[in-house]
């Protein structure tokens, strides 16, 4: 079986396949590039806890790709400024979703990460939010100029690239992000 006969015979499925893997990765690639060092910072305790969160997030943000372009094609139809399949649409689309629907998602990633953890832990969660302003709006953008069966799997993939970023972009990870116990450290 093809990728993309995966991805569209089992779209749920392949979500939350494709960001249990990449969400997961992009984790352990922020600690290894932010202690400048290739090793896997997670107990398998705390990587299946982690898997968990990013299966739980994949259905959401399937569902957000799923209905948020009804959302925006019906507003733009009512105002005739964009149609689906072009540049406007894309980034009118992103900019919807990570308005709306990316502050929900950034704060249940934190609060489970916090749950799973054992721990509650909210500092830096505006780093986090600000994310989808800088990050999230232009990854989306281009994520959604893409046919519907390749964007849960870029969009999984710019979490494992986003993570790789911030690791690169801060000192090295205390012992409480090896350990999984410590979400602040966490990519969003």
Known sequence: MSYLEFVVQFPFVSAMTQFALLGTLGEALACCAGERRLYWPFPLAASAKKALIWIVLALLIKLAFIGFPGFVGNLLD???VASPGTLGFALLLSV????QF?????IL???LDNLAAGINDWQHLDKSLLSLLWFWIPAHTLTFMLPKPYQIGLAALWSLALGLLLGLNRKAAPDSVRTGTNPSHQPY
Request: aromatic share 20%; net charge positive; proline share 7%.
């Open 102 to 106: 990316g502050p929900l998602l950034v």
């Open 78 to 80: 009512y105002f005739a």
């Open 109 to 111: 990633h934190r609060w």
């Open 96 to 99: 919807a979703i990570n308005l």
